[in-house]
C-alpha cells in the first residue's frame, strides 16, 4: 500500500480516525521506508515543538499581564491621561502603534497588583490553572472550596471562605479570599470543578473583614446570586451533596 | 408558569457574556501560550513580547466580539495573526524588511535566543512565506488540530494541509542544511 505524504503528515499529526492509524501502523512494521517518511515527520514536529515550548516556561513581563488586566485595572482608565509618553527608543524604528510605552508607565500604578495575583498562577504549585479557556481551582484553593466551611474556619487556613450562594442557572458559587496572595474572588462548581469567573485584588493579612468582599466580587455575586446567601446549615448541606445542586 | 419563567430566565454559565475582567483573566492565564505563538512568527523575544501586546490591547478593544462560549485561545490567536500581517505590511512599505524569500539577512539573536534550537528553528521558520510559517505556528508550534488552525487562519481545511505541507518540506530542508553547513 502507497501512502502519499499528505497522508503520512496527517498521520503524524495525528489527524487521521482510529482505522487508518491501525492501517498505516501495521504497515510501518514491514515497510522500513514507509516508517522512516514517518519518522522524518515527527522529527520535525518534536523538533520545531521542542524549540518554542521554553518560552512557555519563561516569566511573563509585567507589561503583557498589565495590558491584558488593562481596561479594568483599577485606577487605569483614571489615569490614562496623565500617562507621559515616552521617547521612541532610537534602535528601534518605530514599529506598531504601541500603546506600550504608556502601558509601561501604567505598568508602575498597578504592577502591585498584577503581579501578586499571578502568583495564583505560578507553575510551581498553581492554586488556578488554565483549563479550555477558563481558569479552574487547583491545590489548596479547591480543596478549601470542597470542605471548608465559613461558620468553622479559622484564621490561620489560608484561604478564607466569604458567602456560599446557589445561583440563577443552578450552581454553587463560593467568594473566597487568599490570605498571603492578596487576592480574593470567586470559585463556581460546574460538572466537577471549581470554575474562577473573577478575582481581583485584596487586603493580605488581616482577614477578619473578609465577610465583606471586594467591589468586584460582589458584583460578580451579585450577578449570578440566586435569591439569598447560604446560611451554616445550607453551607453544610451543600458540602454534602458535594455541591452538586441537584443532588440535594 | 413558574418553570417557563424559570427557564427563560436560565442563564447557562458558559454562555453568560464574560465581563470585562473576566476576559482579562483569562487572557492572563493564556499569555504564556501567546507569547509561544509571538515568538514562532517574530525574529526574537522583543519582538514577539510587542505582538503579543498588540493583540492583547487589540482583544481588549474589540472583547464585544467575542462570543462568550467561544474558544478564547482561537480568538485571540486570529487577531495574533492579523496584527503579525499588518506589521509585515506596515513594515514592508517603509522599506524596512525585505521579503524573507529573497533575503540574506539573519534574525536578530538577543542573549535570551541564544539556546540554539530555538535560534536555529526561528531562522529556518523566518524564510517561510507568510502562509506557510502561519500554518507551522499553528499546528507545529501550538499543537492545534487542522481544524481549529483553519479557523484561527481563516482558510479551508485543504489550504492549511497543502500550506503546512510546503512549510514543512521548506523546514526540513533548511534545517538539514544548517547542519550539513555545521559540520567541520
Redesign the interface.
Known amino acids: 500500500m502507497k501512502y502519499d505524504?499528505?497522508t503520512l503528515?496527517?498521520f503524524a499529526?495525528?489527524?487521521l480516525d482510529a482505522a487508518k492509524r491501525a492501517e498505516i501502523t501495521a504497515a510501518m512494521e514491514t515497510d522500513p521506508e514507509l516508517a522512516r517518511r514517518i519518522a522524518?515527520?515527527r522529527e520535525?514536529?518534536a523538533?520545531?515543538?521542542?524549540?518554542?515550548?521554553?518560552?512557555?516556561?519563561?516569566a511573563?513581563?509585567d507589561?503583557?499581564?498589565t495590558?491584558?488586566?488593562?481596561?479594568?485595572a483599577p485606577g487605569a482608565t483614571q489615569r490614562r491621561g496623565e500617562v507621559v509618553q515616552f521617547p521612541a527608543r532610537g534602535t528601534r524604528?518605530p514599529?506598531?502603534p504601541?500603546?506600550?510605552r504608556e502601558?509601561g508607565a501604567m505598568a508602575a500604578s498597578v504592577a502591585l497588583g498584577a503581579i501578586i495575583?499571578?502568583k495564583l498562577?505560578s507553575p510551581a504549585d498553581p492554586l488556578?490553572?488554565?483549563s479550555?479557556?477558563?481558569?479552574v481551582a487547583r491545590g489548596a484553593l479547591a480543596s478549601a472550596l470542597d470542605r471548608q466551611l465559613a461558620s468553622t474556619q479559622v484564621e490561620a487556613d489560608p484561604v478564607r471562605i466569604g458567602l456560599s450562594f446557589e445561583?440563577?442557572?443552578?450552581?454553587f458559587c463560593r467568594s473566597f479570599q487568599l490570605r498571603d496572595a492578596g487576592t480574593a474572588g470567586l470559585g463556581?462548581r460546574?460538572e466537577g470543578e471549581w470554575?474562577?469567573?473573577?478575582?481581583?485584588e485584596a487586603a493580605t493579612g488581616d482577614l477578619r473583614q473578609a465577610a465583606s468582599p471586594p467591589p468586584?466580587v460582589l458584583q460578580?455575586i451579585e450577578?449570578r446570586i440566586s435569591g439569598e446567601a447560604l446560611d451554616p446549615a445550607g453551607e453544610e448541606k451543600a458540602r454534602e451533596a458535594g455541591w452538586d445542586t441537584t443532588r440535594r | 408558569m413558574e418553570e417557563n419563567e424559570l427557564a427563560g430566565r436560565m442563564i447557562h454559565h458558559e454562555s453568560m457574556t464574560a465581563s470585562t475582567e473576566e476576559i482579562g483573566e483569562l487572557i492572563v492565564a493564556l499569555l504564556p501560550r501567546l507569547r509561544r505563538f509571538a515568538r514562532s512568527l517574530s525574529r526574537n523575544q522583543h519582538d514577539a513580547d510587542d505582538l503579543a501586546q498588540v493583540a492583547v490591547e487589540r482583544a481588549l478593544r474589540h472583547r464585544e466580539q467575542f462570543r462568550a462560549g467561544a474558544n478564547l485561545a482561537s480568538w485571540l490567536f486570529g487577531i495574533m495573526k492579523n496584527a503579525w500581517l499588518d506589521d509585515r505590511r506596515a513594515r514592508a512599505r517603509r522599506g524596512e524588511v525585505a521579503l524573507p524569500e529573497d533575503s540574506g539577512e539573519h534574525p536578530v539573536v538577543t542573549p535570551a535566543d541564544t539556546s540554539t534550537s530555538l535560534w536555529s528553528v526561528s531562522e529556518a521558520m523566518n524564510k517561510l512565506p507568510e502562509d506557510q510559517r502561519l500554518a507551522v505556528a499553528c499546528v507545529l508550534v501550538e499543537g492545534m488540530s487542522y481544524k481549529e488552525a483553519a479557523e484561527v487562519l481563516e482558510i479551508p481545511i485543504g489550504t492549511l494541509t497543502s500550506r503546512l505541507a510546503r512549510g514543512r518540506t521548506a523546514l526540513a530542508a533548511a534545517l538539514s542544511d544548517e547542519r550539513v553547513g555545521a559540520a567541520p
Open positions: 505524504d499528505d503528515m496527517a499529526d495525528g489527524e522524518q515527520h520535525l514536529r523538533r520545531v515543538a521542542g524549540a518554542f515550548s521554553p518560552v512557555l516556561d519563561q511573563v513581563p507589561r503583557l499581564v495590558a491584558a488586566r488593562g481596561a479594568t524604528p514599529g506598531l504601541w500603546r506600550g502601558w495575583s499571578w498562577l488556578v490553572t488554565a479550555n479557556g477558563s481558569l445561583t440563577r442557572d443552578g450552581h463556581c460546574i470554575h474562577i469567573p473573577v478575582t481581583t468586584a460578580a450577578a
